[in-house]
């Protein structure tokens, strides 16, 4: 008769305490011990408190079972950290959990050490298995079968839903009332935002002094193409090596920009023009905002970089797809005002796409795609399952609120933008219609882009070092886990996670490019950091600076009330412009997403300890320390810059999609 110790952690924050009573079973192949009864009315279930009690057993444990049993009609909800089993022969067993338990749910941890993967026919631990297929397949809606010897009670927390058509699915789930605490967040069960608190003039100098100079440079043609660089959208500029035919620039046109001794054939053939495109706005039906129609274009915008590494530069700007009479091509020698006008009509442009594509699909719900499929195929004591979990925190609860709230009819949605909510989420499908495995991987994007050549861009730069230490990170601890490609093929959990992802997520698009399986560790590697590095690096740099840059409205206008100009020398840059009620709804929609006034997990961090092996442990801390590094080289490159680019310091980097 073996002795152990069961050491229990609560959680340290506020609202973990339970008066439920709570027994413990230890589980292993020789079966199941008899319960232990936790808790002292209570007092071991205090915020913060590692308590202890002794069980006599035969078994040599695998696994714990968790099972509440409410005192009341109104149970307490309990977070429970971590178990541990501690004996006088045999290391500490780690049973990490980090979970709210509630009511009469139970739950089965895994040992932290075993992190193990389903490869058919070969586990010997029956039992256990059961209990691990069960636990995934019943409390994550993934089962539809009969309920058979597993002592959980079950019902579904994390079920497909759609939206809007055309866009990923995402979680069933209508308001936060409806979420299940542990998908609500992991550190508070009542957590909510304050969507329209904006803070004091004056309490963020770095977000004050970016706002300065954008109000100072706007106008400049500098400014503006350094926007599609390291603004909030830096992912549509491309090397352009011949005109599209609906973009009829002319060499007369622009000559006199490119300088002398060259020509715009020249200039294309070199490589050193760019080309951004807002199709995706062609056809799109603008909404109204207080009764007042507003209006949509869809430009095209074409710059040029000298081969020295000279400033980017806009040369020709068309606010439409369909060339003709009633498109002019806006030039840098038009009129000031027309000049202007033009180049505002593509920040509006840069909005839409940027808000709705570049940063709540590629991030916020692409993010909820992997999150749901790793809650529905892989139980806790999988690696990747281990791996990825604290890059989904907050994701459910922060995207619930951006449904129920601000796409809500009436909303700030509807009360900010041209589009109104249902514009902005067919905006949305379109995107999803066009997006691909290759632009969700940052060294793919940047290549197929062909953007290499390109100077001052310090997303491209800084993302590629994030990605590296990423891809580095993944890599070791797959190694740790999956020993050759067999390995991975043979995961049926992982297979069963992958497929789900692309059915689910990507709609079964095989255009997509999103893979159905993957076979070799080198496919794993690639696709965990693509979902690491967009669900945190990736999100931090299209939603940090969203304030900083619209803060100063001309920059970012978020509608338009006049129609683009048909001709030129007919510019009504004021009252093209929407109004002042728009203008401030949009500054209340730019700081609730960009505000950082909360607890915040940076990238690399990682409080819950899921992991308990050394292996890993040391994995995470070479990650860590190689972010270190990269922070001090962005900070050293910084001092040189007029504007510096911060989103991309590990220093600002959240692990997840949390705001």
Known sequence: MAIYIVRVSTGSFLGVVSWDNISISLLGTEGESLPLKLGNFG??????????????SDLIPNSLSLQPKSSSLNPDAWFCQELQLISPKNPPLHFPC??????????????????LFLVPNTHPLIFSLSHRHLHVCYKYGAWNGPVIFFPIFIFSVARWSEYFPGLPHCLDAKNLKELDPNL?????????????????LGSNFDVIYLSE???????????FASQFLNGLNPVLIQCCHSLPDNFPVTNNMVAPLLGPGTSLQEELEKGSLYLVDHSLLSGLSPGLIDGRPQYVAAPMTLLHQKPDGGPLLPIAIQLNQTPGPNNPIFLPSDSEEDWLLAKTWVRNS?????????????THFISEVFAIATMRQLPMCHPVFKLLIPHFHFTFHINTIGRTDLFKPGGLIDKSTALGHLGC?????????????RSLC??????DRGVQGLANYHYRDDGLQIWDAVERFVSNIIDIYYPEDRSVSQDSELQAWVQEIFMEGFLGQECSGIPTCLETLQDLVQFLTMIIFNSSAQHAAVNSGQFDFSAWVPNIPTSMRLPPPITKGTADFLGSLGDVSTACHALILFWVVSDQDRDMRLLGTYPEVHFTEEAPKQSIAAFQSRLVQISQDIQERNKGLDLPYTYLDPLHIENSVAI
């Open 43 to 56: 007092k071991d279930f205090n915020q913060g408190v590692v308590s202890k009690k002794k069980s006599d």
């Open 98 to 115: 980090y979970q709210w338990l509630e009511g009469t749910e139970s739950l089965v941890l895994r040992e932290g050490a075993d992190a």
């Open 184 to 200: 609500r967040s992991l550190t508070s069960k009542n957590v909510v935002l304050k969507p329209h608190t904006m803070p004091p």
């Open 213 to 223: 100079y954008v109000a100072e440079h706007w106008q400049d043609d500098e400014f």
């Open 350 to 362: 840069e909005f839409l796409v940027h808000e709705m594509v570049t940063h709540l699909l590629c």
């Open 425 to 437: 989420l067919e905006l949305v499908a379109r995107g999803m219609k066009i997006l691909t495995y």
């Open 442 to 447: 940052l060294p793919h994007n940047l290549a």
